[in-house]
């Protein structure tokens, strides 16, 4: 008994060192891990990308959408669909294309305890299976105050799709309202 409490405390005291040298990465502490298991555990955002071949295959045409911006299901068209790929081919071999739809299916957004991911799948009938990220219920609401002006007329930004061009820390899963700069615009103060 003694031996598994002191297995357990060291456990938990690397747990905290964990947490403090991940804290000590980040500038703000509303991004840190101690505010992240007091608010209900949740983490902010998406979880960033943690597969090289994902970034490679699906990150050289543009933004490498997280897997926890879309459901399982909406993953699973997108890579069934992929010699017609939004007007364009992006076919892989087979055994990439199963590989690269495993590791989207298993991050969906369906199973990520990540906020972004909940409210994505909140704002989705079960029936609805879009193949955007920017068709979803939730993405829609979230921009729907962006003005042609700062998307599709900006140089810098063309497609609401290029999360990147606005979102500073887009690539880390972030996508929090401070971290905002339009290109030609600036911050977001809402
Ligand atoms: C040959 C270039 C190319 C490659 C490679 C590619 N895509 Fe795309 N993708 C596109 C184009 C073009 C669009 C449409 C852009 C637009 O109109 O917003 C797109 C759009 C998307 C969108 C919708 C974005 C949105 O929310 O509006 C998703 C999701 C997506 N791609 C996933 C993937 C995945 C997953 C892979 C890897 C298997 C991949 N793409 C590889 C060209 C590519
Ligand atoms: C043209 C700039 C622009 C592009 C491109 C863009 N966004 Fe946004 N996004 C915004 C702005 C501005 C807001 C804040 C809107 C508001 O609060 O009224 C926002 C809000 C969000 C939010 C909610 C943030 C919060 O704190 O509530 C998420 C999540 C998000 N965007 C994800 C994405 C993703 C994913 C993409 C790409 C598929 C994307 N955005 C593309 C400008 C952009």
């Known amino acids: ?18 947490g403090m040298s991940n804290a000590s990465f980040s500038d703000d502490d509303k991004h840190g891990f101690f505010s992240r298991i007091l608010s209900s555990g949740k983490t902010p955002g998406v979880a960033p990308i ?10 050289s045409c543009h933004f490498p959408y997280q897997p926890g911006l879309l459901p399982a299901r909406s993953w699973r068209r997108v890579m069934a669909d992929l010699e017609d790929h939004f007007g364009e081919s992006s076919e892989l071999p087979p055994e990439d294309a199963t590989k690269l739809t495993d590791y989207l299916v298993k991050n969906a957004a369906d199973y ?12 989705l009938h079960p029936h609805q299976t879009p193949k955007r990220v920017s068709e979803t219920p939730y993405f829609i609401k979230e921009h729907h105050e962006l003005s042609r002006k700062m ?33 030609g615009f600036g911050g977001w103060d809402d």
């Open 151 to 183: 998307v599709q007329n900006n140089p810098k930004v063309g497609l609401i799709s290029k999360c990147q061009a606005c979102h500073t820390r887009a690539e880390e899963g972030s996508f929090s309202e401070r971290e905002i700069l339009i290109p």
């Open 112 to 123: 990520a305890n990540y906020k972004r991911s909940k409210k994505i799948m909140r704002s």
């Open 50 to 59: 943690t597969n090289p071949q994902y970034l490679e295959e699906c990150g």
């Open 1 to 18: 008994m003694k031996q598994i409490s002191s297995a357990a405390s060291l456990l938990l005291l690397s747990i905290i060192m964990l």
